[in-house]
């Protein structure tokens, strides 16, 4: 498994690509901006793209699906059934044409030989969630390095994202954690020094 990162649009969201190696195939995940440039990344790593997987439906991880879809037409495309997209500027439409379909909590994405699980991490928007490959979570907006993704937005909620916060710390091991904004961290780093995951675990202590 490689993953690799690029940050894109106005306030450098990170789209990756979760590739495996073995069969030489990849998942985008967030491509918030920048459609050439993320077709290229792809054509350049020599994966064969399987699908799309947003962790959240706001514009900011969404606004390149189109330009990306204009190279890779046919690929499917994930995001949670509770992400309202097209209702406000915050949740912009997703492409008309494009391939959507619904994850939830429980289930598993093929990428090659790479299994990806959906666990359903609400709080920063109802629908957030976290894509948990092998050791590595790509958490989108709820878990960052020393902070969390913010509330104060339409379906933004507190308590939800502290409960958030709180599963995934009680998982067990190590995990890196890739976020969708900002440098990369471990969850046992993130366990010990973030204060919303401790205030998190505190609260369901």
Known sequence: MKITSMQVGPI???CYLLQ??????CAIVDPGDCGDRIAAAV???GCQPVCVLLTHGHTDHTDGLAGL???FPHLPVYIHAAEPVGTSQLF????ADADIRHYDEGDTIAVGSLTVHILSTPGHSKGSVTLQ???ALLCGDTLFAGSCGRVDLPDGDMEQILHSLARLA???GDYAVYPGHMDASTLEQERQTNPYVRHALDAES
């Open 12 to 14: 450098c969201t990170n």
């Open 133 to 135: 490959v092998e050791n």
């Open 170 to 172: 009680r998982l067990e």
């Open 92 to 95: 912009g439409p997703l492409p």
């Open 43 to 45: 054509q350049a790593a």
């Open 69 to 71: 879809l204009q190279h």
């Open 20 to 25: 495996d190696e073995q069969t030489k195939t």
